[in-house]
């Protein structure tokens, strides 16, 4: 049985990463989406294991010490990280992972492991980027600008990543997406060990 792989989705807030990876699981129920654990309390309606798993400082702490993280780190008083043994078990029972985590967190996922395959989503234009985030109505322009700053300096970062998806429409990104996941399994490190001798 083949091992399965984990897939990095990077991009900008607002560039549509939750709903290319929604459609994407929707599409094959044998890929596992890393939940990430937090110290922050559940939210009306979040689930322990579903949305979060969701921890106690010390707790959280205890998997630090443990080696227990892929990556982790502190945001607004609350620590968020994506444990390592369900990532793992989902990839020893062949299935495929994703994760969607900021750019700084895949640089320390790739750090501990080189062969993660890490993908940049990105906006078809930066005014269409905008387009969407004024679109959502959850956030004052402040906030918007402030996000299409971040998302500009983050994006020097994105020819360092193995796979470039520009998301003009979902149904065309979540095509590349399938088409970069079945090509990580056509490689010969991995395809040659199937032919039986």
Not at 45 to 58: C, D
Not at 139 to 166: P, Q, T
Request: aromatic fraction near 10%; glycine fraction near 8%.
């Amino acid at each position: 049985m083949r091992k399965g792989k984990t897939f990095i989705i990077c991009g900008p807030s607002g560039v549509g990463k939750g709903t290319v990876v929604a459609r994407l699981l929707a599409s094959d129920p044998t890929l596992y989406f890393s939940v990430s654990a937090t110290t922050r309390p559940p939210r009306a309606g979040e689930e322990n294991g579903v949305h979060y798993h969701f921890l106690s400082r010390e707790q959280f702490e205890q998997w630090i010490a443990a080696g227990d993280f892929l990556e982790y780190a502190e945001y607004v008083g609350n620590l968020y990280g994506t444990p390592c043994r369900y990532v793992d078990q989902a990839m020893e029972q062949g299935r495929d992972v994703l994760l969607d985590i900021e750019i700084q967190g895949a640089e320390l996922v790739h750090q501990k492991r080189p062969d993660t395959v890490r993908i940049y989503v990105a906006p078809p234009s930066w005014a269409e980027l905008e387009r969407r985030l004024v679109g959502r109505g959850t956030e004052d322009m402040e906030k918007v600008r402030s996000r299409l700053a971040r998302g500009r300096e983050e994006f020097a970062a994105a020819r360092n990543f193995d796979y470039f998806v520009i998301n003009d429409t979902v149904d065309h990104a979540v095509g590349e997406l399938r088409a970069i996941m079945l090509a990580e399994h056509c490689r010969p490190c991995e395809r040659i060990s199937l032919i039986s001798q």
